[in-house]
């Protein structure tokens, strides 16, 4: 990613000190970039390099995540994740006035609906990457068994307090050199992502409050946010990575029947780490709005 970075603070409705990072203010027009859950700045790197020559690039930590500290009252819902991207957007637009273009990935795309769904006048355009607007697997055949979802929320509630327990023994794995391999025999990863990449983002994971990921992940098992999508009226891209294993291509084909003006673009050869695998084609898909956008 860019090197050089400003990094700010806004207070969240709690007191947490939400942390955001402006790379090289250029004058022109604010991208603010969302991340997913316990994704690290690398990997926006293709997309900041490409925008930061006419845009003024600005990415954001959660709470327990990058620079931010845990949560002060402990919510991690997703609801307190888009009023805390609703702090951050009101601090950017000091700058000229003008709501930012948001891009989301993976989680980042239900917090950012849920930005819009509350707050519509600080989103002048989305591209949504990777992600969908409910909860990961909504839709997929496994999900469509009554009570799937709903058993999978009360497992994740069930082993809360174990979870610091286990956790340096799932340190060590992140930080071990089985990931890597594993992952792309799985095929989670493809060819094309450079393994310092995953690397970081695994250390990133490591490096977490544990607790903080999980109920951040807890969160996101709540993601309801298709009903915002017949209310979108800014001009939208979403992006989807053709072998994504994590976030199926289904899924964003339903948002995409949600938002029928939106422009679709599949990627290739792309995986969930699609920013890093495919940075430059990602890049030239969100620079293709930014075209559009008045």
């Known amino acids: 990613m860019s090197t050089g970075h ?18 090289r203010d250029s004058g022109g ?10 994704t690290t700045s690398n990997f926006w790197r293709f997309l900041s390099d490409d925008l930061v020559t006419d845009h003024t690039v600005v990415h954001w930590d959660y709470r327990g995540h990058g620079h931010t500290p845990v949560a002060a009252s402990g919510d991690y819902r997703l609801r307190a994740l888009a009023d805390d991207l609703a702090r951050v957007t009101r601090k950017v637009m000091e700058r000229d006035g003008r709501p930012p273009v948001h891009v989301a990935f993976s989680m980042g795309v239900a917090v950012v609906l849920e930005l819009y769904r509350n707050h519509p006048e600080l989103v002048r355009a989305m591209a949504l990457i990777a992600g969908a607007p409910d909860a990961p697997g909504t839709g997929t055949w496994l999900f469509r068994l009554p ?3 709903a058993a999978l929320r009360a497992a994740v509630a069930l082993t809360t307090p174990v979870v610091p327990l286990v956790a340096p023994i799932v ?5 071990s050199r089985l990931p890597y391999p594993l992952a792309r025999m799985a095929g989670v990863i493809q060819a094309g992502v450079q393994r310092h990449d995953i690397d970081e983002f695994l250390e990133g994971v490591a490096s977490m409050d544990p607790l903080a990921y999980w109920q951040t992940l807890r969160g996101l098992l709540w993601a309801r946010g298709s009903d915002v999508l017949p209310t979108v009226t800014v001009p939208t891209v979403i992006i989807a990575a053709a072998q994504d294993l994590l976030m199926p ?8 029947r949600g938002l029928p003006k ?11 780490a699609g920013l890093v695998e495919k940075g430059p084609e990602m890049a030239a898909a969100v620079r293709a709005l930014l075209v559009t956008v008045p």
């Open 6 to 23: 400003r990094t700010d603070v806004v207070l969240a409705a709690d007191g947490t000190p939400i942390s955001f990072h402006t790379h």
């Open 29 to 38: 027009s604010t991208v603010l970039l969302t991340n997913g859950i316990g």
């Open 147 to 149: 009570g799937t979802l």
């Open 171 to 175: 340190k060590a794995i992140l930080r």
């Open 249 to 256: 291509v289904a899924q964003l084909e339903a948002m995409r």
């Open 262 to 272: 939106a422009t679709f673009v599949l990627i290739d050869q792309a995986g969930h």
